[in-house]
């Protein structure tokens, strides 16, 4: 059985703030980065699951993503592959950081990675970069 629940957060911050669609099973890992990236301004949507970070991503069209590697349902690599085949938004994996989820990640078409354990120092400070280099 796979979950679908999806969490909005923070809709009433203006529009021009960049926003970041999180993706993580853990809901832990997942509620600090929503609360870090809030408190620096960033209009933050969440979910818990591949299929939910897809769906949010259609209807939300964020200005980055987070996915972790590993999640239920799709695994942030495929969602990834799928949303490369429309999108070129930034992508950020969250991983434990083998060789070979880096390789498998950069041939899919990830823009950058935060290792676990991270800060939330560098998780804002690797949004912010990857935001520079983009659009904002």
Not at 3 to 32: F, Q
Not at 75 to 101: L, W
């Amino acid at each position: 059985m796979s979950v679908s629940y999806v969490v909005k957060r923070d809709v009433n911050m203006p529009s021009g703030e960049p926003s970041v669609l999180v993706g993580d099973d853990d809901t832990r890992i997942l509620r600090m980065m929503q609360r870090t990236l809030e408190q620096e301004g960033y209009r933050v949507f969440v979910a818990l699951n591949g299929e939910a970070v897809f769906d949010m991503f259609v209807v939300e069209n964020p200005d980055l993503m987070l996915l972790s590697a590993r999640m239920l349902s799709r695994c942030g690599y495929a969602v990834c592959r799928r949303i490369r085949e429309f999108s070129q938004v930034p992508i950020i994996m969250i991983t434990a950081g083998s060789d070979k989820e880096y390789a498998t990640g950069l041939d899919t078409g990830v823009d950058g990675y935060v290792t676990k354990p991270f800060s939330s120092r560098e998780l804002v400070a690797r949004v912010r970069a990857v935001l520079q280099r983009t659009k904002f």
